[in-house]
C-alpha cells in the first residue's frame, strides 16, 4: 500500500504563512476524494480543505480566504499553502486520500501559530 508523508510544519509567528506538503510513495489509483484534516488541543479531528471526487474544492469556514489547497498529480502530491495563520490554527495537519477500498492517513505535521 502507498505511504503518505507529510512535511512542512513548524513555528511561525501569527499572521505568517507555511505551505504543507503531503507526498504519496507510489500513485494511487480509484481517489474518491483527497485532503488536510486537523487535530487541536480539544483533540477533535476536523476537515480543513479538500478535493471532492468531481474535482471541486471545499474548505472549512475557519480558513476560507486564508488557505489553499494544491495537488500535482505528477508528483503524487497535495499542498495546503495557509496564510495569515492565527492562533487558532495550532494543530497536527493530517493528509488524507480516500479510495473506493483504502483509506490513506499520513502521520501528520505540527504547526504552531504563536509570538
Known amino acids: 500500500q502507498a505511504q503518505l508523508v507529510e512535511s512542512g510544519g513548524g513555528l511561525v509567528q501569527p499572521g505568517g504563512s507555511l505551505r504543507l506538503s503531503c507526498a504519496a510513495s507510489r500513485r494511487i489509483i480509484s481517489i474518491v476524494d483527497m485532503g488536510w484534516y486537523r487535530q487541536g488541543r480539544d483533540n477533535q479531528r476536523e476537515l480543513v480543505a479538500i478535493f471532492t471526487s468531481g474535482g471541486s474544492t471545499k474548505y472549512v469556514d475557519s480558513v476560507k480566504g486564508r488557505f489553499t489547497i494544491s495537488r500535482d498529480n505528477a508528483k503524487n502530491t497535495v499542498y495546503l499553502q495557509m496564510n495569515s495563520l492565527k492562533a487558532e490554527d495550532t494543530a497536527v495537519y493530517y493528509c488524507?486520500?480516500?479510495?473506493?477500498?483504502?483509506?490513506?492517513w499520513g502521520k501528520g505535521t505540527l504547526v504552531t501559530v504563536s509570538s
Open positions: 488524507n486520500v480516500r479510495t473506493v477500498g483504502v483509506n490513506y
